[in-house]
């Protein structure tokens, strides 16, 4: 991701989340160290991105996929892509929270081995749980 993608990043994230991240909060991860913001492209098109940081412990902050381009494999390739990150950063898990009512999101994570270690109840600002989720073990990334 570069700034030159912002308006289309934050077009999708706009469209995609009832409380989306602002430009800013794009522009200061691309800024902060320790910090992974990873767009993929379709025919030189933003279709996904990715925004993940830590220090030890990987955290997935934020990942969407445009809707018509879903079940293609590419929020995978994502995650796959930021485990080179991790594993250079020495990091050995990756964890996340996720809307306990997301269950497609949920799906998504536990089909990539990530497992719930417990809940946050109403961490949301409308009072919803986050389910926390972590895998251990990095894997080495799919081609
Ligand atoms: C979650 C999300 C990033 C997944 O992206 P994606 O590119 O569609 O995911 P993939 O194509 O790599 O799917 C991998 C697997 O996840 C599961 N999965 C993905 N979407 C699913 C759905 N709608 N229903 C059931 N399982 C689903 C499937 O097991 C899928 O494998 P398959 O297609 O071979 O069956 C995408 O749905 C999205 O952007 N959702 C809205 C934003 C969001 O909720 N982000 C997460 C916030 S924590």
Same mark, same amino acid.
């Given at each position: 991701?570069?700034?030159?993608? /912002?308006?289309?990043?934050?077009? &999708?994230?706009?469209? =995609?989340? +009832?409380?989306?991240?602002? $430009?800013?909060?794009? &522009?200061?991860?691309?800024?902060? +160290?320790?910090?992974?913001? &990873?767009? #993929? ?5 933003? !279709? ?9 412990? /990987?955290? =997935?902050?934020? =990942? @969407?996929? @445009?809707?018509?381009?879903? $079940?293609? %494999?590419?929020?995978? *390739?994502?995650? @796959? #892509?930021?485990?080179?990150?991790? *594993?250079?950063? %020495?990091?050995?898990? /990756?964890? /996340? ?29 409308? %009072?919803?749980? @986050?389910?926390?989720?972590?895998? !251990? ?7």
């Amino acid at each position: 991701m570069t700034e030159d993608d /912002l308006d289309r990043v934050v077009e &999708l994230e706009r469209a =995609i989340f +009832p409380e989306p991240w602002s $430009r800013f909060c794009f &522009l200061a991860g691309l800024r902060r +160290p320790r910090t992974i913001c &990873l767009v #993929a492209e379709v025919e030189e098109q933003v !279709k996904g991105y990715l925004v993940v940081w830590g220090n030890g412990e /990987l955290h =997935i902050a934020n =990942i @969407a996929v @445009a809707s018509e381009a879903r $079940r293609q %494999g590419i929020g995978t *390739r994502l995650v @796959a #892509a930021c485990e080179d990150f991790a *594993r250079s950063s %020495g990091c050995r898990s /990756l964890c /996340l929270e996720v809307r306990e009512s997301n269950a497609i999101a949920r799906c998504f994570y536990e089909g990539l081995g990530f497992v719930q270690t417990c809940v946050w109840q109403g961490y949301y600002s409308n %009072g919803e749980n @986050a389910v926390i989720m972590e895998r !251990k073990a990095i894997r080495v990334a799919p081609g």
